[in-house]
């Protein structure tokens, strides 16, 4: 039975005559005819006594008025796609929280105080708690520039929160040692700094491979935020995509948690001195959020 008919049946149900019915249905689906139309011819009308007139006004209150709506609400079979609107809220905060992980500095942090943490590519040193200011400020924008010895002879700037590139840090360090241990002759400090050396770059590789993967976490959930809405709208896409918005989103979602649970693996927390840090939180909470729009979605009863 189609929408037309459940919506004419249940106006006459309610009591409404059938040429009124037929009428208010014919507004919302139009061209529609009741099935026994077709089939059943129109009987012969019979002559009815005159009333007296005085009965005429009671018997006009008693019916509907002809240009009144009905006491029906809108055609049935469409249900409200609140299940949908919040697979879009929970994609939509997904989207928010992988880019706040991807251009986030906090992924490892201090585990002694908050002077030191790391983004996936860059490193922020903060000397504003430090007992000599100036100096850890000064040694701190040697080690983080990309051309030491030129930063050297340069003064450094006046805020004590200086920002870089890991492996700018990583490379300067391992020459500092490099350079004590070459002029006191002390090879196991030189095999030392190597190693560290490594061991710094790790997290400058893992960065860089998790920033990567992220990039494509996040176009996947973008393109999967148009497609829910589109499908919540009615609306299609080329190729149909709009029916695709759950797989995408639940794609997304494993490629952001295989990012964030990848970088755990590689990334080195340099002796214990590292934690793991907010933003690590942020991308995996956020690769749940898009696994999660896709089951909203698919519990949706709208379709």
């Given at each position: 039975?189609?929408?037309?008919?459940?919506?004419?049946?249940?106006?006459?149900?309610?009591g409404?005559?059938?040429?009124?019915?037929?009428?208010?249905?014919?507004?919302?689906?139009?061209?529609?005819?009741?099935?026994?139309?077709?089939?059943?011819?129109?009987?012969?009308?019979?002559?009815?006594?005159?009333?007296?007139?005085?009965?005429?006004?009671?018997?006009?209150?008693?019916?509907?008025?002809?240009?009144?709506?009905?006491?029906?609400?809108?055609?049935?079979?469409?249900?409200?796609?609140?299940?949908?609107?919040?697979?879009?809220?929970?994609?939509?905060?997904?989207l928010?929280?992988?880019?706040?992980?991807?251009?986030?500095?906090?992924?490892?942090v201090?585990?002694?105080?908050?002077?030191?943490?790391?983004?996936?590519?860059?490193?922020?040193?903060?000397?504003?708690?430090?007992?000599?200011?100036?100096?850890?400020i000064?040694?701190?924008?040697?080690?983080?520039?990309?051309?030491?010895?030129?930063?050297?002879?340069?003064?450094?700037?006046?805020?004590?929160?200086?920002?870089?590139?890991?492996?700018?840090y990583?490379?300067?360090?391992?020459?500092l040692?490099?350079?004590?241990?070459?002029?006191?002759?002390?090879?196991?400090?030189?095999?030392?700094?190597?190693?560290?050396?490594?061991t710094?770059?790790?997290?400058?590789?893992?960065?860089?491979?998790?920033?990567?993967?992220?990039?494509?976490?996040?176009?996947?959930?973008?393109?999967?935020?148009?497609?829910?809405?589109?499908?919540?709208?009615?609306?299609?896409?080329?190729?149909?995509?709009?029916?695709?918005?759950r797989?995408?989103?639940?794609?997304?979602g494993?490629?952001?948690?295989?990012?964030?649970?990848?970088?755990?693996?590689?990334?080195?927390?340099?002796?214990?001195?590292?934690?793991?840090?907010?933003?690590?939180y942020?991308?995996?909470f956020?690769?749940?959020?898009?696994?999660?729009?896709?089951?909203?979605?698919?519990?949706?009863?709208?379709?």
């Amino acid at each position: 039975m189609t929408d037309g008919h459940t919506y004419y049946d249940g106006l006459i149900q309610q009591g409404y005559p059938t040429d009124q019915a037929l009428t208010y249905t014919q507004q919302y689906y139009p061209g529609f005819a009741p099935m026994n139309v077709a089939t059943t011819p129109m009987p012969i009308p019979t002559p009815q006594p005159i009333q007296p007139m005085m009965q005429q006004p009671v018997q006009q209150m008693a019916q509907p008025m002809m240009n009144s709506a009905p006491m029906a609400v809108a055609p049935m079979g469409e249900s409200k796609p609140i299940m949908t609107w919040t697979a879009v809220g929970c994609i939509a905060v997904a989207l928010l929280l992988t880019i706040m992980g991807q251009f986030g500095n906090s992924w490892q942090v201090s585990s002694e105080d908050d002077s030191l943490s790391l983004g996936l590519r860059n490193i922020v040193i903060d000397c504003s708690e430090q007992q000599n200011e100036s100096s850890c400020i000064s040694i701190s924008y040697t080690l983080l520039a990309e051309d030491m010895e030129k930063a050297a002879n340069e003064n450094p700037p006046s805020e004590p929160i200086l920002k870089g590139d890991i492996e700018n840090y990583c490379e300067n360090s391992y020459e500092l040692v490099l350079a004590v241990a070459t002029a006191t002759n002390d090879d196991a400090l030189r095999t030392e700094a190597g190693e560290d050396r490594e061991t710094c770059l790790k997290n400058d590789s893992a960065g860089g491979i998790t920033g990567l993967i992220l990039w494509i976490g996040i176009l996947g959930i973008l393109a999967s935020t148009v497609m829910l809405v589109m499908s919540m709208l009615g609306q299609t896409l080329p190729g149909g995509a709009e029916n695709y918005g759950r797989i995408s989103s639940w794609i997304s979602g494993g490629i952001v948690l295989f990012a964030a649970i990848l970088w755990m693996i590689m990334k080195n927390n340099m002796d214990d001195a590292l934690g793991t840090g907010m933003a690590f939180y942020l991308t995996f909470f956020a690769g749940l959020f898009a696994v999660g729009a896709g089951v909203l979605d698919m519990l949706d009863k709208r379709e």
